[in-house]
């Protein structure tokens, strides 16, 4: 199949491959209810349909005699494709009660109906056919095995168009869905994830989401790495490993997609800002009525929306590596090590998270925590190096950092520097009331003031400086443990000290061995 | 009518309203198209539908009485419901011809085709039925003036159907390319004018985009502030004013979403993360075709992505403060004024977009030019604010910010912060090759450290310090021209030159009487 029939295809008209596609999962046979209150009538019917087949399949007659049966039937069998249906039986409409049944009940407006009259009823024929959604009105009489065959037969060929169409409307309507649902996800790990589960759900549309029923997976492809963004199953496959390695497989000129398509694979590749994105799913059996132009429309709305979502992720890191690179510099003159920044941010949404605030604040104190010291790059280098004790007037400068870095950050609207502002200003605030610069205690300290108040103490303690030596743990738990109420929070000791081992983790994870130290 | 039938369903059913108006648009009446080479079936057809209404709607005929004849009406009438065609005609299959020109040539299966035959010709009934895609078989003696109107009639009902689910069709095909084209847009005003046309070819579905139907525009309203965000016409018409003020008109709880449908106005309005966005369209005729489920679905999309849009933006604006306000402070140690980091931004994405860099690299200047100075963190104050000349060792550790900054950035990946290491590396080197660090010259300068040694010097002359006053502009432009070919790249001085008033603009709107400086 070229690559061409694939492709997704602004008019939307589906290409002859995908309709021949859709089709393929019909049922085996087509089914065919006659209602009549003459036994006779069903036996004749059967006789003369004996041998019609349609798209190569046979029908199947279910037969009632009065309308509780037909309902019953209807009600059991949905996919039911002609009703030949008399209208005199244990009332003079009893057939007209049936079609309407199905059409204003049952709301379907698929199957075919063909109403058979052996004698008219009070219901003159023209009211009948203006007043019911029918679509034949046959007398018996007229009715040779000939025409039962020709009507029965052009009555199936609606039917299927009719049930195509409405699978199709469903399955652009699943396409919407999914995109929405897709669209939901705000980091490309669980996106990745979302886009499995919505094209499995289009590869088995009528049987709902059946992930288990799939293999394969989302791939990011630089030009000298490749990242699995989810998967399901086996994803070491020839055709996954085909797809990668991109044996046969490639993007048109001037096109930045191509969908490949076989019985029992799928795969989509889009190439954007150099990045490429393959999905490669292989069914565990073969996909059941795949229209492939919804496949391609689903990937051409998650490759976009891939891109923007890693623009997203970009801008993240973006921010997150400037503000420790800056303040790491920051750091280091006054001999901090350049990762303490770093750290303080991952201790301080451990205890955010622990305190169960909003993911938002977690999100938001672990990108303003490393803005706590800003303030001090306006502070001399003379108070700042100083190896003796600072005199009054000094310690009164040096707590300047607090309000220089508040101020610093205040002015703007963005949340993140907001909490910035709040940290800068806090983070020596104590519990206690016995901190700087306002003296503020207990929860008129913002809970972000108070968590990195804890986590810089911390780091300041259980690392290495160039002028000391790493407190030993039981140093440091005591340390924070006597200060709990006086320096500290104590619900943030209490915290501290059930996840010690995480804030050691945190502490070898960042260590300082591979961080910057200027050489001036 | 009430919100309740208006809101987006998953399911994706259409509700009672929108089906009626789906079917507003319908033709003023039914074409019906009499293919036969005796003029008196023509007559007597045309007779005995004379009264036949359907839908509230009457019958037009079209009479062909060859092959030829009945193409050319089918090309020139492309909303034909019903085909009552003759088989033997100037052939014994001409019919047939007919037949296969529309459902193969045409590719048109909304037209319901009844054969009508006066004579059995060589090819069986059964086999026509089976070999050509037609909807009903009547010989014409069969066909009484009652018979042919329940023919027709139902006939018509199909094309109806058929019809609708085409239409609704193709119109969430709209939907889904819509939103991929929505997704496109990077930035918020261009997302929300794509809006505004996407919307807008919804409306009018059958007419194509027609922007200048509509008046309206989609606004974003927080606590205090009301933001348009496109408009198009009016926007001030008491429909809007109530949109915003949202009399009467309100999200339901447990949604964040509500849509309202009137025959010339629709407003959409989304809540996300507290902030709500209005979409107001009023149409300058009443709309048509209306399909209102078509429209919510894509509301909804668009209120996602707009959300997602919004988050973008918020971090791009997070990135950009935080790196001005420390950069800023950074200056502040050397005397420099805290925007002129935020200056030597927009001089330098000046210059690349003049240059005719690509709006990426556009970007990533403005965003990394701000960093050029970050190593000065690092350099002691007694250099840095020496008021004597420095001797050379001060001035070799002078020197060394370059460097600082280049290895304090360079360790990232993301290519602001590599854009950022080239620019602390290269922002001192001279076009002659007499500059520091490394003393490259000309072209092996990146246009990047080209560019923000312009900016960094026009900027530092141009503006006031606290150590000295601005130069005349007659100074500033003589000093630039002077060194062209030596510090600075000529083509840039060329630009300079060009773009002087923009360069004075910009000097202005962002001058120092706003700017923090720390009170230490």
């Not at 698929?110 to 009211?127: F, H, M, W």
Request: hydrophobic share 35%; glycine share 6%.
């Amino acid at each position: 199949m070229s690559e061409q029939d694939m492709l997704f295809d602004e008019s939307g008209k589906l290409s002859q491959s995908a309709q021949i596609n859709r089709c393929k999962d019909s049922p085996s046979s087509w089914k065919i209810l006659i209602v009549d209150d003459e036994d006779g009538v069903h036996t004749i019917t059967k006789l003369a349909l004996n041998r019609t087949q349609f798209d190569g399949k046979g029908l199947t007659f279910f037969s009632a005699y009065n309308v509780a049966q037909a309902k019953e039937i209807l009600s059991s069998e949905d996919d039911i494709a002609v009703v030949l249906l008399d209208v005199v039986m244990e009332t003079e409409e009893a057939g007209l009660a049936v079609a309407e049944y199905i059409r204003d009940v049952q709301d379907n407006h698929l199957v075919r109906i063909i109403l058979r009259t052996g004698q008219p009823g009070t219901i003159p024929e023209k009211d009948i056919i203006e007043q019911y959604d029918i679509n034949d009105y046959r007398e018996k009489t007229e009715l040779t095995k000939r025409k039962l065959h020709s009507t029965v037969y052009t009555a199936i060929r609606s039917y299927r168009d009719i049930s195509a169409l409405e699978n199709h409307k469903l399955g652009l309507e699943k396409v919407i869905a999914a995109t929405a649902n897709i669209l939901k996800h705000k980091s490309v790990g669980s996106f990745a994830q979302g886009v499995l589960e919505q094209v499995s759900s289009l590869l088995y549309m009528k049987d709902g989401t059946m992930l288990s029923e799939i293999e394969g997976g989302l791939v990011e492809k630089n030009i000298d790495d490749v990242q699995v963004l989810a998967q399901i199953g086996d994803i070491a496959t020839p055709a996954f490993k085909a797809s990668i390695s991109q044996d046969n497989l490639d993007v048109a000129p001037g096109s930045d997609q191509a969908l490949y398509y076989q019985e029992d694979n799928i795969c989509h590749i889009s190439n954007t800002n150099g990045v490429e994105t393959i999905l490669n799913i292989t069914g565990k059996h073969q996909f059941k009525d795949v229209d492939i132009n919804l496949i391609a429309m689903f990937c051409n709305n998650m490759a976009i929306a891939l891109d923007n979502l890693r623009l997203n992720d970009s801008l993240r890191n973006t921010q997150k590596e400037i503000v420790y690179a800056i303040c790491g510099l920051a750091e280091s003159r006054s001999k901090e090590t350049g990762n303490h920044v770093r750290r303080v941010a991952y201790y301080s949404r451990l205890m955010a998270e622990e305190l169960g605030l909003s993911p938002a604040q977690c999100e938001e104190i672990f990108y303003a925590a490393p803005l706590h010291d800003i303030g001090k790059i306006s502070i001399p280098d003379y108070i700042l190096n100083k190896p003796d004790k600072l005199n009054d007037e000094e310690r009164a400068i040096m707590k300047k950092h607090t309000t220089v870095g508040e101020n610093c950050l205040k002015g703007s609207h963005q949340p993140v520097m907001q909490a910035g502002a709040i940290i800068a200003s806090q983070h020596h605030e104590c519990w206690n009331g016995l901190g700087y610069p306002r003296g503020l205690s207990g929860t008129d300290i913002h809970i972000y003031g108070r968590i990195v108040a804890l986590a810089d103490v911390f780091d300041a303690l259980a690392s290495r400086r160039c002028y000391k030596e790493p407190w030993s743990k039981k140093e440091v738990v005591t340390y924070i443990h006597e200060h709990s109420g006086e320096k500290f929070d104590p619900q943030l000791v209490d915290i501290f000290e059930r996840r010690q081992a995480d804030f050691y983790r945190i502490l070898q994870e960042y260590d300082d061995s591979q961080s910057y130290m200027p050489a001036v």
